[in-house]
């Protein structure tokens, strides 16, 4: 590709830095940041140690509790503000779990008794989570599996 109107056909296009203007990165963890057996890359933590040298606020976001980000941050040597819970859940996580609560939104209890007694009338194993544990109503698959991958 050339660099413009009347420029050589070989000539390269100009360098430009792509991070300029950008000041902070959202990054899902689940099939982005981490590989299909839930791993952390070399070459995708060797991009996220880039993007912190380059002063980027890097903010991990996940269905994930805080505690079961914990893991990816200790694999990444990062901590930092996250976005858990799908969103219901926002503050900052270190490799040891979280470190502060910003925003917390809850269902009232009535409100996930209902919606659980749904799910299990349509086959659905429900689960609840705080920042600090995980329940769920049966064993299963897919519970074990989400078990081995998050904790």
Do not use: K, Q, Y
Not at 33 to 62: I, Q, Y
Not at 69 to 87: E, K, N, Q, R, T
Not at 91 to 113: F, K, N, Q, S, V
């Amino acid at each position: 590709m050339s660099a413009g109107p009347g420029a050589p056909a070989d000539t390269p296009l100009p360098a430009r830095n792509i991070l300029a203007g950008i000041e902070m990165v959202g990054i899902d963890i689940d099939g982005t940041l981490l590989d299909a057996s839930h791993h952390v890359r070399p070459e995708v933590a060797a991009a996220f140690a880039a993007a912190r040298a380059a002063r980027l606020l890097l903010v991990l976001a996940s269905a994930r509790s805080p505690t079961a980000l914990a893991s990816v941050l200790a694999d990444l040597g990062h901590s930092g503000p996250a976005i858990c819970f799908s969103g219901a859940w926002t503050g900052e996580i270190g490799a040891a779990g979280p470190l502060g609560t910003t925003a917390e939104l809850t269902l009232p209890l009535a409100t996930a008794g209902a919606i659980a007694t749904a799910a299990t009338a349509a086959g659905i194993v429900p689960s609840w989570h705080t920042a600090g544990t995980w329940a769920v109503t049966a064993m299963g698959p897919t519970v074990e599996r989400e078990m081995a991958v998050t904790h």
